[in-house]
């Protein structure tokens, strides 16, 4: 299938000739600008006179929106197409260096990123202060101009991008719907980094499900976007076998960097209409389901070691995975001892079977850090190699069991809601 995505006549731009006060008027309320002194919602600016918000310009912003409002004739030249990123997280900043270093490269055909348009600003730590995303701070940094859109559908949103006039828009784990108005825009599409081999894994944790399900293969797929989430046709792909060790924050890094490349190597081949894109198959399709807190908990009772093993993989970083154990004195009975929760942080599947209950520790391994080794109820053993207990910093099982003191380590049963009693 031939690429054929030029929507050249389609598309309602802002005439060039646009009055800077109307750029005022429709950027303003979504620009942080790179002094980091204000941000301004629409809520903020509604009934304010046109002269005090130019007032606040130029007590704020600075050299910040003049480069915006020059935006349309700041390209390197004719023939360098305009690029609009959209991402939130790390991994999408890491996605964003390198498109950056790209476009100063001549890479890609040829391409200069224009804004970028990441979510605002959101609570964060024990005060709850207001912290920019990850890619907002590299935006920053790089003075490239940023929109914080609380939703994409936002009428002024539209209004900007459509005034910034992009040839091709590229996401990258942004985290909002991008609605028909928005995918109408761009002159090429939307692009989007996707971390599965699509149509395996649509949605919000490709990476998280692939790891819990024990895959042996996964990858990378870039593609466009359409209103229906992840099931564009498909412009490159990249498969990467996995070992069985990787951790969801590492292998997220890994393939988004090689998304990236993808898109950067296919790009050349969208600009001058010779890509080649795949229909994604619908029966082929699965879904990956946002990772809900309460599937952090551990039951060594029934889950295997393999399982438990895999779950620890996919859920490190956000939720954790954990359990509740109990610390007891020699010839203390059973439940009789203090609850502790401890994050298993990392893991391995033990060699061999033990023939004792479920959950019990049955020793503590040698080695350098060594491990605690723990029967699952199917008779296999999961080696525990790092814990994080409450309030203290991740460390290998081998300090935590020396500090044991010769107490008794074993597995309590029990539910959430005692777990996190526990805690």
Known sequence: ?????????????????????????????????????????????????????????????????????????????????????LGTPDVAALTLSRLLAASKDGRGGGFEIVSVVTQPPAPSGRKLKLTPSPVQTLAESEKVPVLCPDKAKDPIFLSALETLAPDLCITAAYGNFLPSKFLAIPRYGTLNIHPSLLPKYRGASPVQRT????????????????????????????????????????????????????L?????????????????????????????????????????????????????????????FEVAEEGEKEGGGKAVRLKIVTTRVGEGEEGVGAGRVVGVLGGKKGGLRVRCGDGSVLDILEVQPPGKKVMDCKSYANGLRGRTLRWRPQDAKEGAAAA
């Open 1 to 85: 299938m031939s690429l054929g995505r030029q929507r050249v006549g389609a598309r309602s731009v802002v005439a060039a000739t646009s009055a800077p006060a109307y750029l005022l008027k429709v950027m303003l309320p979504f620009i942080l600008f790179s002094t980091s002194k204000a941000f301004y919602t629409p809520i903020a600016l509604a009934g304010r006179r046109l002269g005090a918000v130019q007032e606040v310009i130029g007590r704020n912003a600075g050299p910040a929106f003049r480069r915006l409002g020059g935006l349309r004739a700041s390209s390197k030249s004719a023939g360098t197409k305009r690029v609009v990123f």
């Open 211 to 262: 790891l819990q399900a024990g895959d042996a293969v996964t990858g990378v797929s870039v593609l466009f976007t359409e209103l229906k989430m992840d099931a564009g046709p498909l412009l490159a792909q990249v498969p990467y076998p996995l070992r069985g060790e990787e951790k969801a924050p590492e292998l997220l890094q890994t393939l988004f960097t090689a998304g990236t490349e993808a």
């Open 264 to 324: 950067l190597e296919a790009l050349p081949s969208v600009w001058d209409g010779t890509a080649r894109l795949v229909e994604q198959q619908e029966e082929q399709a699965s879904q990956a389901e946002k990772i809900r807190a309460e599937e952090a908990q551990i039951c060594f009772e029934r889950e295997s070691a393999l399982r438990v093993h895999n779950k620890v993989r996919a859920f490190a970083g956000w939720p954790g995975t954990w359990a509740v």
